[in-house]
């Protein structure tokens, strides 16, 4: 076969064609994150994305790299995100969407839902025990749903007055 050099328009049988795609990336932001507890022997950052995309970061040694992915759905973003150590390691997530959802980490997949009962949800926090969870939704209103034992049920709603009056203590606090 002749050289790229030696071919010219009148004698060439071949010609040497690279052929090139071109992909159009389009990075997803980033939502939410949340560690492992220091309780876990495993140790994964979870990433949520703004297209319901929810990836499992293993920062082993000195390189990260992607250890899963759990599709989702950019009509169901993901706003808050967070680890439970209990018996096993547990990842639960709430959407803008209104659920709180518990994902297994065999089969990358929702295992169990709740609605939240008062729209998206902006915020979630497990008590130290982490038996209970504490989810901020767009009504205003703070949920409480039992976490104990596997469970993902919702117990009570705080009153908006009672949630107003913490808030307006903690402001005081700190000015």
Known sequence: ??????????????????????????????????WTPASSKLKLLAVARENGEIQLWNPKGSSWYLEKKIAGSKYSPIESILFIHQSKLRLIAASLDGRVLEFSLDGLRVIQEADSYGGGVWSMAANQMQTRLAIGCEDGVIRILDIEEGNLIYLKSLERYWVQLKLDMMVELYH
Request: aromatic share 6%; proline share 6%; hydrophobic share 45%.
């Open 1 to 34: 076969m002749p050289s790229v050099h030696d071919l010219s328009t009148e004698n060439a049988d071949h010609a040497i064609v690279h052929k090139c795609r071109f992909i159009e990336f389009m990075p997803s932001g980033i939502t939410a994150m949340a």
